[in-house]
């Protein structure tokens, strides 16, 4: 998924109210439990909220 089709996924701005998509990626390969992809995943979300919201965020993969 690209920037552009986030942006394509928010609703038209309206005067009371907007909405945004923020998502984190994490790969599940190489994860030692269920938990800790979703703690990466986690981390990604939060990435992206720090950094102006409305976009994505993927883990680097280490391999």
């Known amino acids: 998924m690209t ?3 986030i942006n394509n996924l928010s609703l038209p701005s ?3 109210f907007s909405c945004t998509v923020s998502i984190g990626i994490s790969c599940a390969k190489n994860k030692a ?3 800790e992809w979703l703690k990466d ?3 990604m ?3 992206v909220k720090r950094n102006g919201k409305n ?4 883990e ?3 391999d």
Do not use: F, R, T, W
Not at 55 to 58: A, E, V
């Open 55 to 58: 976009g994505y965020c993927m």
């Open 41 to 43: 995943a986690d981390e």
């Open 14 to 16: 309206h005067k009371d």
């Open 33 to 35: 439990s269920i938990i």
């Open 3 to 5: 920037q552009k089709q």
């Open 60 to 62: 680097v993969n280490k």
């Open 45 to 47: 979300l939060y990435n």
